[in-house]
Each structure stands twice: as C-alpha cells, then as structure tokens.
C-alpha cells in the first residue's frame, strides 16, 4: 500500500452523514411541515369552499328557472319541519312530500350538488332519522331554507339580492329542513331559528349563502344580518347581526321577528 493512501478514509465513509447531521435534517424537516401542514389546509379548506359555492350557483339557477316554470314564485317545502326524517332514500324518497330540494332537482339533474364538500356525514346520532343516507340515489344537504321566503312570490319580495334562500349548517342529513322556520298562528307572519352554534361557521368562520335572484356568494357569520332573512320588528332591528360564540349563537336560536314582506 503506498503512503499516499495511508489514514484516508473509505469512499463510502466520507459520502456518510454522521448521526448529528441526520439529527439537524430531520429537525428541519419537522419545522417546515409544522410551518406548511396548517397553509396546506386552509388552501384545502378554501378549494372546499368555492366548490360549494359553485353548488349553489347552479342551484341558484335552478331556482330562477323553477321560478319562471311557476309563476315567478320560490320553491318551498309542504309543511315547516324537516322533510324526508327517517326516509330512506332522504329528500328522494318517493315517499317524502314536496320539499325545495326535490323541487329543483329536475333542473339540476345532480344530487353532489346539494351537498358542501366541507360538510362531513351526519350519523351515529340520537336522532337517526336525521342522519346522512349511504343508499344509492338517496339525497342529501346541509343546506337550509328560509322559511320567510318559502313559496313566496318574487314580486312580494322587495329586494331579492338582498334576501337569503338558503344557507348552511356544518353536516350533511337527508333532511330538507327549513331554518328560520314559520311560527305558526301568528299575523303577521313570523319565523324563529335563525342562528346557532352549528349554523354558516363552516368555511373560514362563515358561510355561502343563496339569494332570492339566484346570486351566491361567501359571508362571514358576525356579518350576516337577520334582515337578510326578510326578519323585522323590534327584535331585528336591520343592523343586527349574527353571533359566532356558541352562548350568544344558541340565545339567538330563540329570536321571534315578523317578516317584512
């Protein structure tokens, strides 16, 4: 061996990394997934919510080609409760009576449609009836009609830009529920259950919303005013506004307001 080659090391060693080094990378490696993760998944979070929105964009359509099919009124659901509870096939049913979702889907022809992609199944809950359909061609959505608009003309409707005709809640039923729903016997006219806890906090501390002239667009929950639900009287003055928290939120489950048209 000449002496030229004596106290080099291997080739294979010097390429080596040493335990410290492993250490540090790895360290590294921690810190930007810790710093990426959260940016990930709010980019996931934000596709989410424009894919939503884009759902009810058509369903806004659909909306304004019902309404010229029927006289330029709303669609509606037959009764103030949650349509399909329990049915097997939810808001498709055969067996459930007329309710908005069914009432569109001629003209959307698309059941993904009614359905956030934000939004996870409702299931395993007290109230099963309730609860996301997993049978073929059953339909589901976790969005919301105002019951102040329901069947209503557009004509009586003084700014329908302005008026909601359907927003969200944070999980998928088979239900067509109708929040805030009619009270019933009262003149005027009046709907509670507005706002709760689980109500338009699903995308970026808001929600899409639908308007009566078939316009969408995302809105921030403490910005959603109750006047936006044609809700009036001294209990919804046209400033106020929704709570986020989940005390006040549910408090305002309990208001009552005349609807201003």
């Given at each position: 061996?000449?002496l030229?080659?004596?106290?080099?090391?291997?080739a294979?060693?010097q390429?080596?990394?040493t335990l410290?080094?492993?250490l540090?990378?790895?360290?590294i490696?921690?810190?930007?997934?810790?710093?990426?993760f959260?940016?990930?998944?709010?980019?996931?979070?934000?596709?989410r919510q424009?894919?939503?929105?884009?759902?009810?964009?058509?369903?806004g359509?659909?909306?304004?080609?019902?309404?010229?099919d029927?006289?330029?009124?709303l669609?509606?659901?037959?009764?103030?409760?949650?349509?399909?509870?329990?049915?097997?096939?939810?808001f498709?049913?055969?067996?459930?009576v007329?309710?908005?979702?069914?009432?569109?889907?001629?003209?959307?022809?698309?059941?993904?449609?009614?359905?956030?992609?934000?939004?996870?199944?409702?299931e395993?809950?007290?109230?099963?009836?309730y609860?996301?359909?997993?049978?073929?061609?059953?339909?589901?959505?976790?969005y919301?009609?105002?019951?102040?608009v329901?069947?209503?003309p557009?004509?009586?409707?003084?700014?329908?830009?302005?008026?909601?005709?359907?927003?969200?809640?944070?999980?998928?039923?088979?239900?067509?529920?109708?929040?805030p729903?009619l009270v019933?016997?009262?003149?005027?006219?009046?709907?509670?259950e507005?706002?709760?806890?689980?109500?338009?906090?699903?995308?970026?501390?808001g929600?899409?919303?639908l308007?009566c002239?078939g316009?969408?667009?995302w809105?921030?929950?403490?910005?959603?005013r109750?006047?936006?639900?044609?809700?009036?009287?001294?209990?919804?003055?046209?400033?106020?506004?929704?709570?986020?928290?989940?005390?006040?939120?549910?408090?305002?489950?309990?208001?009552?307001?005349?609807?201003?048209?």
């Amino acid at each position: 061996m000449s002496l030229s080659r004596v106290g080099r090391r291997p080739a294979f060693a010097q390429a080596a990394f040493t335990l410290i080094e492993l250490l540090v990378v790895i360290a590294i490696i921690a810190i930007l997934a810790a710093i990426l993760f959260p940016v990930f998944a709010q980019a996931r979070s934000k596709a989410r919510q424009t894919a939503c929105l884009s759902n009810q964009k058509q369903l806004g359509t659909a909306l304004m080609m019902y309404a010229q099919d029927y006289d330029e009124t709303l669609a509606g659901n037959n009764n103030n409760s949650a349509e399909a509870v329990g049915l097997n096939l939810g808001f498709m049913d055969p067996g459930s009576v007329r309710n908005w979702a069914k009432s569109l889907m001629p003209y959307v022809k698309n059941l993904q449609v009614y359905e956030c992609p934000q939004a996870p199944p409702r299931e395993l809950t007290a109230s099963a009836g309730y609860n996301y359909s997993f049978t073929s061609g059953a339909g589901n959505t976790n969005y919301y009609l105002n019951g102040g608009v329901a069947d209503r003309p557009l004509a009586v409707i003084p700014n329908p830009a302005d008026i909601i005709f359907l927003h969200e809640t944070s999980v998928l039923t088979r239900t067509c529920q109708v929040r805030p729903f009619l009270v019933a016997n009262t003149n005027p006219l009046q709907v509670r259950e507005a706002n709760t806890a689980t109500y338009d906090y699903i995308h970026n501390e808001g929600a899409n919303l639908l308007f009566c002239d078939g316009h969408a667009k995302w809105q921030k929950k403490r910005a959603i005013r109750f006047a936006q639900f044609g809700m009036t009287g001294t209990n919804c003055p046209p400033d106020r506004t929704f709570r986020d928290d989940f005390t006040g939120a549910e408090a305002d489950r309990n208001v009552q307001c005349p609807v201003a048209f």
